[in-house]
């Protein structure tokens, strides 16, 4: 009769031991699913990412042009500014020196 206990015994350390490793392997799957499910989702937002990063640049230049076209304006403004200011200042001088033939 002793030794049948420590057959037993051996047997549930066995089936302990086995039920670990399933234990151990469901884990395994479960880290490999986790990981697959990730690339593909780390995959997805790396593409979303890319869409995104494209769309940042065609907007950076769309302004980058807007901001050439807007300086271009600003220069043609300030120069036509600087034009009639010294036409202003022409014209000035000129009706001053017609005011003074008349006196």
Do not use: W
Not at 25 to 31: A, I
Not at 39 to 45: I, P, V
Not at 82 to 102: G, P, T, V
Request: hydrophobic share 30%; net charge neutral.
């Amino acid at each position: 009769m002793e030794l049948e206990p420590q057959p037993q015994a051996a047997m549930e350390r066995e089936m302990f031991n086995m039920k670990m490793r399933i234990h151990e392997y469901e884990e395994r799957l479960k880290q490999v699913n986790l990981h697959g499910a990730t690339g593909e989702t780390l995959q997805r937002e790396n593409e979303e990412l890319k869409t995104r990063m494209l769309d940042l640049e065609r907007s950076d230049v769309a302004q980058r042009d807007q901001i050439d076209s807007l300086t271009m304006i600003c220069m043609k403004t300030r120069t036509a500014i600087e034009s009639l200011q010294n036409a202003n200042i022409e014209l000035k001088q000129r009706y001053d020196e017609a005011k003074k033939r008349r006196k």
